[in-house]
């Protein structure tokens, strides 16, 4: 049997999806903890294999075929809708979507309508999707990275981004206006793969699926014990 193909994204999720992975038992040693640069990677004693790509790539991985499951932020999914199936939450790697300006200016001001706000943002389609059900005319400027710089550059009045500790907010001198959405780490699988081997992706997710809710129990406050 071919290994199955996963798609897995650097930078800031990375570590913790590679916890997660050798936790449900699903990669090994070879899938190291800290990024190299081997951007495929082989487990053989799990049958796995791992494409180690740029988030906002992870779907289209999976989309395609070239990967069997994908693992991506909520964020990617909601901004690129790719063609694929969203099975699980897998509650990790949290984050916020906000609509932020600088620090000192007056919100109502930026969102009277008189007059066309910038917005610096990696999610244009959201972002045009959220001021139009506001029916407020913007001009959204993608870009890449680094968000947080466009305001105080002059490029942008207002930035629609992520944040998890808010600690890139706070040394840019941002503060948060709207919360807008939140985000986890979602599973995903390509179509195809999901209908033809069942037999194989079916047990992976049921067992990611009771890991999942075993961590969220961890999570939560136990029930007092019943006095006798
Ligand atoms: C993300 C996001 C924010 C930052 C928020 O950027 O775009 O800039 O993390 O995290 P914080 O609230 O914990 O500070 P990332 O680090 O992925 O880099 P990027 O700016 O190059 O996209």
Redesign the pocket.
């Known amino acids: 049997m071919s290994p199955l193909t996963i798609a897995i994204p650097k930078?800031?999720p990375y570590a913790a999806t590679v916890r997660f992975l050798r936790e449900a038992g699903l990669a090994g040693p070879e899938l190291e903890p800290e990024e190299g640069r081997s951007l495929y990677v082989e487990c053989p004693e799990q049958g796995t294999r791992f494409i180690i790509a740029r988030d906002s790539d992870v779907p289209t991985y999976v989309e395609y075929g070239a990967a069997d499951l994908g693992i991506v932020g909520k964020n990617v999914l909601m901004e690129a809708e790719p063609q694929v199936y969203e099975l699980l939450d897998l509650g990790y790697s949290k984050?916020r979507f906000v609509l932020a300006a600088p620090a000192g200016v007056d919100p109502r001001q930026l969102l009277n309508g008189r007059s066309t706000q910038r917005v610096a943002t990696?999610y244009p389609r959201m972002t045009e999707a959220y001021f139009n059900s506001r029916g407020l005319q913007v001009e959204t400027i993608y870009l890449?990275?680094?968000?947080?710089v466009a305001p105080k550059v002059g490029l942008a009045d207002l930035i629609v981004?992520?944040?998890?500790?808010?600690?890139?907010?706070r040394e840019n001198n941002l503060v948060v206006i709207e919360d807008l959405w939140t985000s986890s780490m979602r599973l995903i699988a390509n179509r195809a793969a999901y209908r033809l081997q069942a037999e194989r992706i079916g047990p992976i997710v049921q067992r990611l699926r009771e890991m999942v809710a075993g961590r969220d129990l961890a999570g939560k406050p136990q029930p007092a014990v019943a006095e006798r």
């Open positions: 930078g800031r984050c990696k890449h990275g680094s968000i947080e981004d992520i944040v998890e500790t808010g600690r890139t907010l």
